[in-house]
């Protein structure tokens, strides 16, 4: 069953996956549906096109930062990976999952290398972002310092997963899939959060869910 659409409808639907940086997966989603065949062709065509910039992006900075996460392999530090490529890993075409940045958690004895190489990296490299963590909440309040100590105990049970060819640390599942609730808590709670979080929750515990401890 499908409902025609005008074309502000469709403008309208555009501009808001937009703003939650999920226009790449939504065009994919809608652009053979019936009721988009009525729409304006003209549209359709303006979104394909920055659609498909948008996931050209997106590979790229993908690429940069498995060159980058080798690098501080070969370098001896193995940080843990948390949201970003683990996430868009789980969709069927992860580059059309954009990410801002990429999430490292670290102890403080690898912030300083980490630093480093990240700034010799982006010389050549200027699309990388990545941001370092030794704690992924601020500890302005008791229930952030709760999850701190929460998640400095995960880093005894990380595991590996292989994506794009290398194996990237990153929190078990039970762990990472907590952590993408109090993450999106915590967004709520200042800013609200957007579509795309939801994205991930709701994949990631249906691609994970053998995996996932639901009694924990």
Not at 102 to 113: A, G, H, K, R, V
Request: charged share 30%.
């Amino acid at each position: 069953v499908w409902k025609r659409r005008t074309k502000e409808e469709w403008a309208g639907i555009f501009a808001l996956a937009d703003v939650h940086h999920v226009l790449p997966m939504v065009y994919e989603a809608v652009a053979e549906c019936e009721a988009a065949k009525e729409g304006s062709r003209e549209m359709f065509d303006r979104v394909r096109k920055k659609s498909l910039y948008l996931t050209a992006v997106q590979r790229t900075m993908t690429e940069d930062f498995v060159k980058y996460y080798k690098k501080l392999n070969e370098n001896g530090v193995f940080p843990v990976v948390v949201k970003g490529i683990v996430c868009r890993s789980l969709y069927p075409k992860p580059d059309e999952r954009l990410s801002a940045d990429e999430d490292l958690f670290l102890d403080e004895t690898s912030l300083e290398i980490c630093t480093s190489l990240q700034k010799q990296f982006q010389k050549e490299h200027p699309g990388l972002q990545v941001e370092l963590h030794t704690k992924l909440f601020p500890d302005t309040d008791g229930l952030y310092r709760a999850w701190n100590e929460f998640l400095e105990e995960a880093k005894k049970r990380t595991v590996r997963v292989e994506i794009e060819g290398i194996s990237f640390v990153t929190l078990d599942e039970t762990d990472h899939l907590l952590y993408l609730v109090a993450h999106a808590w915590k967004h709520f709670r200042y800013s609200g959060f957007g579509i795309r979080q939801v994205c991930d929750l709701v994949k990631f515990a249906d691609v994970c869910t053998e995996k996932i401890d639901w009694e924990f």
